[in-house]
């Protein structure tokens, strides 16, 4: 996309920000009284990823370098491609040794599918993309802030897969309960709600062990998300409801191992990750058994199939850093259809249902040291950052640092109307419960109830611009 072309969708759409305020402005003086909504206003820029925004809407939407990176910061972006797709073999080979022992998946992009999102198995299909934490429950306070309790000879995570001579830690079954749900208008709705056995552990697991699914979310556009001010997260926080409209995102606290201190969690379905540095390197140590100079025991700590160990970290910082680097400046899609009307009421109906209370659209990025690209950028990701109590059916009641366990981060929405053609599936929430989008918004509980009735209430032609708004992200 050459930057003029860029900068002329730009002119078009602040153009026509200009005439939309102008009919609004001549509507209100007409007609009164005008009801003034209480959540942000929404956009309707095309431009998700501000300046590193990508006009694609193909099959390699996710996997585009931020056309505003310089040519120096393109070479970074294009090694840490590489190093993305890397696939991992036992030691001692030459070329990217040290997977494992024990490990969930060879390389990054067997999971980040065309740097998309993962999904559950189908049946008869081992796990790919979907990962299960696993902890301890706490004795004492359950909301300590603290990170969870390994389970002795498992760690923090399953590693369902591991090297020849060693031995994968269990295998999960899955299968689903099958719940309809008929909305005001008469439709019925088929829901799944899945039921995990571990089974083939190699050594006993205790009977009360926690057990968290989560599967791979989409890795581009996240430079952008680590750039937002901590305070403009923090302003959105309502941890005790002040304002009495039933939301309160809280934010996570989680432990920051380069700064070894707490620092803001922004990365992973709980937010339990500080910065994409960390995300990295604890994607190679716990998905893949690769330490690093930030995690320099192997996952496999404490376990008979760890027979010997280097100090000596298994990748250098130089590929921790390039792939970090790329994770930070992988362009957002832009959207599709804005002025369709169908698109447009959809959107003034997620605006009406509260949805935009937690899926927050517009938010201004502050400076990212070492990454100008996504620096001072207005976005549109459709998220806060913060946790949100979504009920008990979603429920997965492993607290992680303050996270309780009925608490998920809200997921940033920008380009889910392209997972479909990405990764030729559409299946949604943290553990891919959901079939389509409508699925997952009928999942949501607790502080978004009233989001979800109001779905519930809407007529089809409503519940349709809803879902056409959505597939224009
Ligand atoms: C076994 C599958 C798997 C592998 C392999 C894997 N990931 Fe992930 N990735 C996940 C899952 C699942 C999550 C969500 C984790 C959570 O919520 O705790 C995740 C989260 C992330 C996130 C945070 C995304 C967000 O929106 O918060 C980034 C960045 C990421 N992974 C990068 C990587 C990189 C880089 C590699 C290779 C070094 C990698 N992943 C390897 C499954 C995987
Ligand atoms: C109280 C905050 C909140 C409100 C209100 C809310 N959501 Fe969500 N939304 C979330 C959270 C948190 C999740 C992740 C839940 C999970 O994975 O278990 C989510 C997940 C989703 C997903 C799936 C995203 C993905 O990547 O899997 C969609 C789609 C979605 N919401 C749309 C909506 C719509 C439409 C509305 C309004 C009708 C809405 N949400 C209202 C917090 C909220
Ligand atoms: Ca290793
Ligand atoms: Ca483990
Ligand atoms: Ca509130």
């Not at 020849?164 to 099958?178: F, L, M, W």
């Not at 716990?286 to 996952?299: A, C, K, Q, Y």
């Not at 160990?309 to 994770?327: C, K, M």
């Not at 109830?449 to 007529?459: G, H, I, N, P, W």
């Amino acid at each position: 996309m050459p930057f003029h072309n860029l900068k002329m969708r730009h002119f078009q759409s602040l153009l026509y920000f200009t005439i939309l305020a102008t009919i609004l402005l001549t509507a209100c003086s007409s007609e009164s009284p005008v009801t003034v909504e209480s959540t942000p206003v929404f956009s309707t820029s095309e431009l998700s990823g501000g300046e590193t925004t990508v006009f694609d809407a193909s099959s390699h939407a996710f996997s585009i370098p931020a056309p505003n990176l310089s040519p120096a910061a393109l070479e970074k972006h294009l090694k840490g491609d590489v190093e993305f797709e890397a696939v991992f073999v036992t030691a001692p080979a030459v070329v990217n040794p040290g997977l494992g022992p024990i490990y969930n998946n060879v390389s990054c992009i067997n999971c980040h599918s065309r740097d998309g999102r993962g999904r559950p198995p189908d049946a008869d299909e081992g796990l790919v993309s979907l990962l299960f934490r696993l902890s301890l429950p706490k004795t004492e306070d359950a909301m300590d802030g603290k990170p969870p309790i390994p389970v002795p000879g498992f760690g923090t995570q399953l590693n369902n897969r591991a090297i020849v001579n060693a031995n994968p830690e269990g295998k999960i079954k899955i299968d689903y309960t099958e719940q309809t749900l008929t909305t005001e208008d008469g439709t019925r709705v088929h829901l799944r709600y899945p039921n995990y056995t571990l089974t083939e552990t190699y050594q006993p697991l205790p009977e009360e062990v926690e057990v968290s699914p989560r599967v791979a979310p989409v890795v581009f556009g996240l430079g952008l998300l680590e750039a937002i001010p901590e305070n403009a997260i923090l302003a959105y926080a309502d941890e005790a409801d002040a304002d009495g409209d039933g939301i309160s995102g809280k934010p996570n606290f989680v432990w920051n191992v380069v700064e070894q201190r707490y620092t803001l969690g922004r990365f992973g379905w709980k937010a339990n990750q500080p910065t994409l540095l960390q995300q990295v390197a604890a994607a190679y140590h716990d998905d893949m058994g690769i330490t690093t100079s930030l995690f320099r025991t192997e996952n496999s700590a404490g376990q008979p199939q760890l027979t010997a160990h280097s100090a000596t970290p298994e990748i250098s910082d130089e590929i921790l850093e390039v792939v970090t680097f790329y994770v930070q400046t992988l362009a957002v899609p832009a959207r599709r259809n804005v002025e369709d009307p169908q698109v447009e009421q959809g959107e003034q109906l997620f605006a009406k249902a509260q949805c935009a209370s937690c899926h927050v659209p517009t938010l201004r990025t502050g400076v990212l040291a070492g990454v100008p690209s996504v620096s001072n950028q207005t976005i549109h990701p459709y998220t806060d950052l913060l946790l949100h109590d979504m009920g008990p059916d979603l429920a997965d009641n492993r607290p992680d640092f303050h996270a309780n366990g009925s608490e998920w981060r809200t997921p940033p929405l920008w380009g889910i109307g392209l997972v479909k053609r990405v990764n030729g599936h559409t299946n949604f929430l943290h553990d891919g419960r959901a079939r389509n989008l409508m699925e997952a918004i009928l999942w949501h509980g607790g502080e978004a109830e009233a989001s979800r009735q109001a779905v519930e209430q809407m007529s089809k032609t409503e519940r349709d611009a809803l879902i056409a708004f959505l597939e224009s992200l």
